[in-house]
């Protein structure tokens, strides 16, 4: 009987490691993208400029995820 209890708690464990790599992950998505565009909205008033560094920050980000 306790194998099988140990059995759904490591299954358990497993799932909510999962879900704790995907929110911490997608924390640090959001403070880096974050941190591009505030860094580039400082030096220029240029939304363009802005929006294109925020694109390129997120396909960045996109490329490093995909490499795990």
Do not use: Q, Y
Not at 14 to 35: M, P
Not at 49 to 63: D, P, T, V, Y
Request: one cysteine or more; aromatic letters at 6%; charged letters at 20%.
């Amino acid at each position: 009987m306790t194998e099988i209890k140990h059995g759904v708690d490591e299954s358990f464990n497993d799932r909510l490691n999962i879900l704790r790599a995907a929110v911490l992950g997608a924390n640090d998505g959001i403070i880096s993208i974050a941190g591009v565009v505030i860094g580039v909205a400082s030096a220029t008033p240029n939304i363009w400029i802005i929006f294109l560094s925020g694109l390129s920050a997120i396909s960045g980000r996109c490329l490093f995820d995909g490499r795990r």
